[in-house]
């Protein structure tokens, strides 16, 4: 199987730009922030506090988290109900960040990410699956891009989904979700050693989209 790890901090185009790629490549697209998003929500929903561990490891035993995939679209299912559109607001972005920080959740989505991986062509994109979900994946790939770019298109999404968000706090969050990644202790963002950084500042969606899939292309020939 050919498996691409796609890093990045959070609104690099990630998700939007690994699904594009793995359509025309015809691989199975797994956006592992998802699976995050997903234990975050079941956090938020249960009174937690997402930065206790303890809190949130009580809660591992009763989640079910699980990836459908619909005509190539990935549904993300929390305990059989589809939260597709909910991991997607600023609060479930803020909770995947802390829940991911905790050991316990990392090691409960692991084997689950590994498994598509070992059964699937794929495009797989997250914080770590370069240097710790899939260290042997053919194609690691490094997406990033300035942090007020980053803020700018996630403000036009949320904006475009009828969200009443402020820019001025969509980077703040964006700005304290790239300390938060990169300074805890499990598996920080980073780029792996012989990953391909991929800066898309200064590209539009297709651009970058193009960008990948010839590398991914060139790779795996």
């Known amino acids: 199987m050919i498996n691409v790890a796609i890093d990045g901090p959070a609104g690099a185009g990630k998700s939007t730009v690994a699904r594009a790629a793995a359509a025309q490549l015809n691989y199975i697209y797994v956006d592992t922030g998802a699976l995050y998003r997903a234990v975050g929500v079941y956090a938020l929903r249960q009174g937690a506090e997402t930065t206790n561990r303890e809190q949130v490891t009580a809660l591992l035993g009763d989640i079910s988290v699980e990836l459908k995939f619909v005509d190539g679209e990935q549904r993300v299912l929390l ?30 989505l692991f084997d689950l990410q590994r498994d598509i991986a070992k059964k699937n062509n794929c ?14 994946a053919q194609v690691k790939i490094f997406l990033t891009a300035a ?9 036009d999404e949320l904006i475009a989904k009828g969200s009443s968000v402020e820019y001025k706090d969509v980077l703040e969050d964006l700005i304290k979700r790239d300390y938060n990644d990169s300074h805890r202790e499990v598996a920080p963002l980073k780029p792996a050693q012989d990953s391909v950084i991929v800066d898309t500042s200064d590209l539009d969606l297709q651009q970058s989209i193009e960008k990948v899939t010839q590398i991914i292309r060139e790779k795996t020939i």
């Open 79 to 108: 305990n059989s109900e589809d939260v597709s559109a909910e991991i997607r607001t600023p609060e479930a972005s803020m909770a995947a960040s802390n829940v991911s920080a905790i050991p316990e959740v990392r090691a409960f």
């Open 123 to 136: 495009i797989m994109d997250g914080r770590d699956i370069g240097t710790v979900v899939l260290p042997d």
């Open 147 to 155: 942090p007020e770019k980053r803020a700018k298109r996630r403000y």
